[in-house]
């Protein structure tokens, strides 16, 4: 039998009248380990900060998924408008489908009117300093995030005969894939681009101006989400050759160097 990666035959478990998806799980652990490092490097930066991290994350979160959610139902309509669609579909979001940049975009809004209101009732540094503290934070909950869709059989790759390859079962494949039966874990290469890019993020943080890690975070993770976009067989709006998303990367790359360039360029 040929060596390869195993989808996990299962994605939810089931405890009395509770069912508990794995999906959910992985985006739960994601967002704790982003608050816990958040905390730490933003106290370990400046001092009587103690709890500001969570206090934001009240709002930040519920934001962010909110955010994760209308991006992908505005970008593939068809799923839950139309004839073919299930609008009661639209809230389940354990079956997968957070668009990443809704979730960055309105989580960061969030973010900002939470802090700036914190920063009236104490003396907290600039918003700039609080997102490169939870920067890669941000890239660990990506990266743990998705391993949930490992367990949804969902977003993988084109079709790859290698040792490291994802087996999917024939009721996963695409239209027109049913023959093939290893793809690529486009899960496992974004959860490792992601780790590599929070460890080189907190490497750089002593040598980094402000807002110049966040800078760089948006414009890291986009440049690797455009090549990895480039390698899914998942049904998405193409424009040119080119999938939506890429588009999407393409342009928050060029955005986040060009603010890092801008800093780093800067008098002090």
Known sequence: MRLSIPTPATSAVEIGPLTIHFYALCIIAGVAVAIWLGNRRF??????????????????????????????????????????????????????????????????????????KSAQKRDLPPFSDFADALAPGLLLAQAIGRWGNWFNGELFGRPLDTPWALSIPE?????????????????????????FLAFILIRLTPQCRRGSLFAL????????????????????????????????????????????????????
């Open 43 to 116: 106290t370990k930066a400046f001092l009587d900060v103690e709890g500001v991290v969570a206090d934001i994350a009240i709002y930040a979160i519920p934001a962010g998924v909110i955010g994760g959610r209308l991006y992908h139902v505005v970008t593939t309509p068809e799923k839950y408008f139309g004839a073919n669609g299930s609008l009661q579909d639209i809230f389940k979001v354990w079956n997968g489908g957070l668009g990443i940049w809704g979730a960055i975009a309105l989580g960061t809004l969030a973010a900002f009117f939470a802090y700036k």
């Open 171 to 195: 009721y996963l494949r695409p239209r027109g894939f049913e023959s093939y039966s290893t793809f690529h874990p486009t899960f496992l290469y974004e959860s490792l681009w992601c780790l």
């Open 217 to 268: 975070y948006v414009a890291g993770y986009s440049c690797g989400r455009f090549f990895i976009e480039a390698l899914r067989i998942d049904q998405a709006h193409t424009i040119g050759g080119l999938r939506l998303n890429q588009y999407v990367s393409l342009l928050l790359c060029a955005a986040g160097t060009l603010v890092f360039t801008r800093i780093f360029t800067s008098k002090r």
